[in-house]
Nanobody, 122 residues
Framework: VQLVESGGGLVQAGDSLRLSCVAS????????VAWFRQAPEKEREFVAA???????WYDDSVKGRFTIAIKPDNNTVYLHMNSLKPEDTALYYC?????????????????WGQGTQVTVSS
């Protein structure tokens, strides 16, 4: 499966964005899909993940502000981000893993997109 992210941009604190991860080459029904992010000089960190049955998991830092959703008809996973903060600024990656179960470890995901930049100004 190939993953392509879009939807990033420059916004102000408190604004919202919706990131999209479009998959091609295979159905996302075979994968667990996650969003990770990486700020400059920091390690890549888990944001949220979803299974085909819509089981979800969030990092505590985004719980209540971000929502991950899957749209099977479009083979797309979305990340709805509300109440954005400057500390949310990062390059956001979509990732997929063919094994069952949600994990928060980047090394557990074997397919990655190229990333989309989110910048939140104060």
């Amino acid at each position: 499966v190939q993953l392509v992210e879009s939807g990033g941009g420059l916004v102000q604190a408190g604004d919202s964005l919706r990131l999209s991860c479009v998959a091609s080459g295979d159905s996302l029904s075979r994968y667990v899909v996650a969003w990770f992010r990486q700020a400059p000089e920091k390690e890549r960190e888990f944001v949220a993940a979803i299974t085909w049955s819509s089981m979800t998991w969030y990092d505590d830092s985004v719980k209540g502000r971000f929502t991950i959703a899957i749209k099977p008809d479009n083979n797309t996973v979305y990340l709805h981000m509300n109440s954005l903060k400057p500390e949310d600024t990062a390059l956001y990656y979509c990732a997929a893993r063919s094994a069952r179960g949600i994990t928060t470890t980047p090394g557990s995901y074997d397919k990655w997109g190229q990333g989309t930049q989110v910048t939140v100004s104060s």
